[in-house]
T-cell receptor, first 112, second 112 residues
């Protein structure tokens, strides 16, 4: 399944399928991006980050893709598990900036 | 929680009362942040501090105050001037400029 974070805030996938969560950013000067996972009632947990000199970065079961031309960021989760159910949001920053800017998030539900 | 401790987990405020949320970190990070999270919305920056004895207003500082007397501590006071304080408050720290944020577990503030 695929979700655009700002227009479709919920995503349901079957256990074992791959998930794709999208994020559109607005500041062309942003050069550092992070994906966070937040479970209900808890603080956000770092998943993976990427800098603007890269197009792709892989972690354990997760891949982040950055398309600077259209200012788009995506998070791919392979073989989605029930424990992946959470809200996922992206954050952007720039070298000269003092603060991060956060997306509204996408709620991922994994169906067993 | 990545070495950041927020307390209490739940807090209730009576009308006209000031309440203080605690945030302590043992990561030796210079920068600390306070965010407010409302349902269905992205994180909004209240205050941040890049160094001891210095702090700056974020996007929604009205009705809040902070102090940074020690590197490890960045308490947030929600004053009676904040008319809609019910929210989930998150504290974060950053080890170096343009690096990922580490978040605490959050404090849920409600109004009695």
């Amino acid at each position: 399944g695929e979700s655009v974070g700002l227009h479709l805030p919920t995503l349901s996938v079957q256990e074992g399928d791959n998930s794709i969560i999208n994020c559109a950013y607005s500041n062309s000067a942003s050069d550092y991006f992070i994906w966070y996972k937040q479970e209900s009632g808890k603080g956000p947990q770092f998943i993976i980050d990427i800098r603007s000199n890269m197009d792709k970065r892989q972690g354990q079961r997760v891949t982040v893709l950055l398309n600077k031309t259209v200012k788009h960021l995506s998070l791919q989760i392979a073989a989605t598990q029930p424990g992946d159910s959470a809200v996922y949001f992206c954050a952007e920053n720039q070298v000269s900036g003092d603060q991060f800017y956060f997306g509204t998030g996408t709620s991922l539900t994994v169906i067993p | 929680d990545g070495g950041i401790t927020q307390s209490p987990k739940y807090l209730f405020r009576k009308e006209g009362q000031n309440v203080t949320l605690s945030c302590e970190q043992n990561l030796n990070h210079d920068a600390m942040y306070w965010y407010r999270q409302d349902p269905g919305q992205g994180l909004r920056l209240i205050y941040y501090s890049q160094i001891v004895n210095d702090f700056q207003k974020g996007d929604i500082a009205e009705g809040y105050s902070v102090s940074r007397e020690k590197k490890e501590s960045f308490p947030l006071t929600v004053t009676s001037a904040q008319k809609n304080p019910t929210a989930f408050y998150l504290c974060a720290s950053e080890g170096a400029s343009n690096e990922k944020l580490f978040f605490g577990s959050g404090t849920q503030l409600s109004v009695l």
